[in-house]
């Protein structure tokens, strides 16, 4: 199973970005499938998650403004963020969930004020 996040930069408060996890050997339609992130200084925490079934889950902190999406075909899950916060500032990771795969470097996003 690899899991690979990208999609990462440096953005200014308000701005967007599109994350994309691209995987391999992992079913979608058997697992519910997560973004992450950890902030310096801080445990990696839950973003979103979604399955193929029901309705995506967001921490409150990112209702709103995140999007949680998957495309089966493409093996490929994405994480739309709009309106970021610099408390948004983090490396971001997916995985599924809970957790069952090697982390991945992950890939940085920068919020700046």
């Known amino acids: 199973v690899q899991l690979q996040a990208f999609g990462g930069g440096l953005v200014q408060a308000g701005g967007s970005l599109r994350l994309s996890c691209a995987t391999s050997?992992?079913?979608?339609?058997?697992?519910?499938m997560a973004w992450f992130r950890q902030a310096p200084g801080t445990q990696r925490g839950l973003v979103a998650s979604i399955t193929t079934l029901d309705r995506p889950n967001y921490q409150d902190s990112v209702k709103g403004r995140f999007t949680i999406s998957m495309d089966s075909a493409k093996n490929t899950v994405y994480l739309q963020m709009n309106s970021l916060k610099p408390e948004d500032t983090a490396v971001y990771y997916c995985?599924?969930?809970?957790?069952?795969?090697?982390w991945g470097q992950g890939t940085l996003v920068t919020v700046s004020s």
């Open positions: 995985n599924t969930m809970p957790p069952q795969y090697n």
């Open positions: 050997g992992i079913i979608f339609s058997r697992n519910r």
